[in-house]
């Protein structure tokens, strides 16, 4: 894989001793051995002109100043591996404030972790200064833990070198120089990375409880790198998966747009079934894959059809993903509602939903801007059913039609319903006004069919009854 490094790789297991001390160290990873690689120009693939030039802007003014600074973490990592890097993170010597001073375009983000945002147009450079040991800060207020080891709290400055060890996985701690153009290593990354290994640095299940959306880092970063994930480092995660209940709502939306919209969202959502991850984000969700019998293939076509569509950068929306992810709790508790409330089936699936996002809320957060169309996509399912007078135009002309024609089509390929609504809608579209007239008069004999493909019955109106009053005299009489 990488130019010059053979000799690395010679003996795997004698270079793993050499990076982390004894056997045993591997097994107890909390204090880690540090031994430092370095990759001079010659004999890595990274390159600057792969590389942002606003980040190497980033770098070149840090290093001016008199500051230690590298690209470090994925950009680093996607490099070696042949893939075009896209987020480019710094991380230096300087303070927030210091990073500050230094550019006029950037602001001081984050309470928790105090980052800086140096802007360039569009593009973002998220400058970090070097994490520190736990303890180490003299303000108390740096570094906080709850009494389950949650990290509430962490901006303790520290070396480059403790900043690699506090970094997530060893793949994602690679450091690189523009004063040489040599990558460092202190956590054995470059040998995982040649392994196709994701390994956690120091005891994972003491990582995961400082941070338990390290185990959605590891489901995600398993699925796009299609790597394995080392065995003590996977071990905890089932167990501990319910650490993450513990997180806002509204960090696990960020964390589900980043497994389900970059691209590989199938085997995201097939790793994180795999290991427990899924039935905290979607719970109901959870429950509900194992008793539709179509339901979890209509959630992985839906999935599917947004790699498609991000692999050939065409645009998608949250909304839709989130309607399809929720869509067999909406059936389970549309037909429970139906039945204990006794309700026609509009208002007994708009009582579903309510119930569903109210309960999805609780785990992650559903911003109103996607959170309304879909519910405006669920509720489209009940009239494309209805095909006859101004109705069917309406639901044409509707601003979410589109999407809920496309949602109907995924229903029906994954076997909730049977094809023939989606194919009348798919001519109707595109019919001159004469056909479309055609369309409506062969639906059913005339009587709109409901939203399980079975024709509505139409209600007969009562003929009144003749009244045994007399009639008002006429002028005649």
């Known amino acids: ?115 800086v945002h140096v802007r360039f147009g569009r593009e973002i450079i998220e400058v970090t200064t070097f994490r520190g040991s736990h303890g180490d800060g003299d303000d108390g207020n ?20 403790e900043d690699a060890i506090r970094r997530d996985f060893t793949v994602n701690a690679l450091y690189y120089s523009v004063s040489d153009f040599s990558i460092y290593d202190w956590t054995g990354g470059i040998a995982d990375l040649d392994l196709r290994l994701l390994r956690l640095i120091g005891d994972p299940e003491t990582r995961y409880r400082e941070d338990p959306v390290r185990m959605l880092r590891a489901a995600r970063f398993a699925a796009k790198l299609d790597f394995e994930i080392e065995a003590g480092t996977e071990a905890p995660i089932r167990e501990l998966a319910p650490l993450l209940l513990q997180i806002p709502p509204a960090r696990l939306f960020e964390e589900v747009l980043k497994l389900f919209l970059s691209g590989h969202a199938v085997q995201s959502f097939r790793c994180l079934r795999e290991l427990g991850l899924y039935a905290m984000l979607f719970p109901e969700s959870d429950e509900a894959l194992a008793e539709l019998p179509w339901a979890e293939s209509l959630v992985e076509q839906a999935l599917a059809n947004t790699d498609a569509r991000l692999a050939e950068d065409r645009p998608v929306t949250p909304a839709f993903l989130f309607a399809a992810l929720l869509w067999p709790c909406v059936v389970q508790r549309t037909a429970q509602v139906a039945h204990e409330q006794e309700l026609p089936d509009v208002p007994a699936q708009q009582a579903a939903a309510q119930q569903v996002i109210s309960r999805q809320l609780k785990h992650t957060s559903i911003p109103k801007r996607f959170s309304i169309p879909m519910r405006e996509i669920w509720d489209l399912q009940q009239h494309l059913p209805r095909r006859r007078g101004r109705k069917v135009f309406q639901t044409l002309e509707h601003p979410r ?54 024709p509505k019955r139409r209600r007969q109106r009562k003929r009144r009854r003749p009244s045994n009053r007399a009639a008002p005299p006429t002028l005649d009489e």
């Open 1 to 115: 894989m990488f130019k010059g490094f053979s000799r690395f790789l010679q003996r795997p297991g004698e270079r793993l001793k050499s990076l982390f001390g004894p056997e045993s160290a591997r097994a107890d990873a909390a204090e880690p051995v540090l031994q430092q690689i370095v990759l001079p120009r010659d004999e890595h693939s990274v390159s600057r002109k792969n590389l942002s030039e606003n980040a190497l802007k980033v770098l070149y003014r840090l290093n001016g100043a008199g500051y230690d600074a590298y690209l470090v973490g994925g950009c680093i990592r996607d490099s070696l591996l042949g893939r075009q890097p896209k987020d480019f993170d710094v991380a230096t010597s300087a303070t927030p404030d210091e990073v500050r001073q230094l550019f006029r375009n950037s602001r001081i983000i984050g309470r928790r972790f105090r980052i």
């Open 401 to 454: 039609f589109r999407a809920a024609y496309d949602f109907l089509l995924l229903r029906e390929q994954a076997g909730e319903l049977t094809p023939e609504l989606g194919e009348w809608w798919t001519e109707f579209q595109h019919a001159d006004e004469s056909r479309q007239h055609e369309l409506m008069q062969q639906v059913d004999g005339g009587h709109p069919a409901s939203t399980n493909g079975k």
């Open 142 to 161: 740096v570094s906080q833990q709850s009494d389950q080891g949650l990290l509430l709290r962490d901006n303790v400055w520290g070396s480059v070198e």
